[in-house]
């Protein structure tokens, strides 16, 4: 076996995924520009080392090859730790380029765009073959069926990752009716994100049209791409439901507003019927009292008019003498020989001739 025969190697890298167990043991890998190795630290040496490492520190370790049967799997087992007081070479990129994006302000709050309510149409940027697709089709077609997604495959890690991711990020901008874009992939060792980290790709990014949600990792992965996009998901599922409304919630939601317009068209219609009631009871009462005053000035007038009539003078003794063409006779060269006409006295006509 390979513990036998008891070599003890300095080697120099980055630390990256430390866990540190309540055992006290400790489980890193350990890497460098071309290569990486896995490495465990037991309790007994641990407890010299002190504070276990942050993920970028660059150590010197000493260790000897051993092999982890379980497994079959290669790892060095470290008996002694020292940091070198400097960034491994990736973290150092890392920073550079975190650095360089926090000075142009693509991580400003102001710049964050709100995701749309209704969104007909998403944009995924992802790998065809990765779980992200699955999670993010399976929750979008059970929240919102109506959604449609177009899928613009591109690797996510390894060589051609960042091309592609770039590529892709720069054809949803020549896309048309496009609401949303999802940047994603599942999850992964943090050195799979290394393309999420890298400018060109976090520059494309904010050069989308369309608002953006980032969903690279688990929840406690945070690339450069989550503080670029409009919005960060944890994971690709968490992505979907940020995306799209429920629509048991809008179903409800309609449902409310449906209860609340019934009962407002009802109050609103009593409060008019009342108004109604209450303008056609003046309106009775304006009508009563116009047509009393009519009344009332019509009998005066017809009181005058009866005490100036000829029928009451007739009353008093007097009568009226008319031809038989209803010509009144007021003389007396109207009233010749044999002339026959009528004499008008108070109750009636009594016919006459002229002697």
Known sequence: MIEKHGIQLWVRGEVVQCKAYSSGHWYFTLRDAGSQVRCCMFRTNTMRAGKPPADGTEVYVLGKPALYEEKSEFQLVVSRMLPTSALGRQQQE??????????????DPARKR???????????????????????VTVTRKRWPGVRLLVLGARVQGEGAVEELVRALRLVNRLRRVDLCILGRGGGAREDLAAFNTEAVCRALADVRVPTVSAVGHEVDISLTDLVADVRAATPSAAAEL??????????????????????????????????????????????????????QTERLAVQLDALSPLRVLGRGYAVARAMDGRVLKQKADFVAD????????????RARVE
Do not use: C
């Open 94 to 107: 890392l920073e550079r380029v975190r650095a360089l994006l926090h000075q142009d302000g693509l991580f």
């Open 114 to 136: 709100a995701l749309p309510t209704y969104p007909s149409l998403i944009a995924l940027v992802t790998s065809r073959d990765g779980a992200a697709v699955h999670d993010i």
């Open 243 to 296: 995306a799209v409304p429920d629509r048991r919630d809008v179903l409800r939601l309609v449902d409310d507003l449906s209860g609340r317009l019934a009962a407002g068209l009802t109050a609103r219609t009593r409060l008019a019927s009342a108004r109604l009631a209450r303008t056609a009871d003046r309106l009775q009462a304006a009508v009563q009292v116009g047509l009393q005053r009519r009344r009332s």
């Open 339 to 350: 002339l026959p006409f009528q004499l008008r006295v108070a109750d009636g006509d009594v």
